[in-house]
């Protein structure tokens, strides 16, 4: 069974900065993507960013456009997210996932089929 393994979080001031990063615990299977989503306590859990594998093509959710950079190392299996300007509605549990497509309404977690178990994100004002 894959596993992704998210690291990087941590707690930061508003206007700081984070990377997380997140690894699949195989190198041998290829993702179409991988992606980023992110959970606020009593709120559902909503998509962030996604990079797909083929053609390095990004999304990303409005809230984050222009402060939140995607990338990925195919060779590796691994996925970053370059967090800037961090807010405190930023705070959250980020969770990587894998092998998904992005809906034409945005990034759905019934999409995407491999997950890890998260790391949390603290924004301070």
């Known amino acids: 069974q894959v596993q992704l393994v998210e690291s990087g979080g941590g707690s930061v001031q508003a206007g700081g900065s984070l990377t997380l990063s997140c690894a699949a615990s195989?190198?041998?299977?290829?993702?179409?993507?991988m992606g980023w989503f992110r959970q606020a306590p009593g709120k559902e859990r909503e998509g962030v960013a996604a990079?797909?594998?083929?053609?390095?093509?990004?999304y990303y959710a409005d809230s984050v456009k222009g402060r939140f950079t995607i990338s990925g190392d195919n060779a590796k299996n691994m996925v970053y997210l370059q967090m800037n300007s961090l807010k405190p509605e930023d705070t959250a549990m980020y969770y990587c996932?894998?092998?998904?497509?992005?809906?034409?309404?945005?990034?759905?977690?019934?999409?995407?089929?491999?997950w890890g178990q998260g790391t949390q994100v603290t924004v301070s004002s």
């Open positions: 996932a894998a092998d998904g497509v992005v809906s034409p309404g945005g990034l759905r977690e019934a999409d995407f089929f491999y």
């Open positions: 195989e190198y041998s299977i290829s993702f179409n993507s």
């Open positions: 990079i797909y594998s083929s053609n390095g093509n990004t």
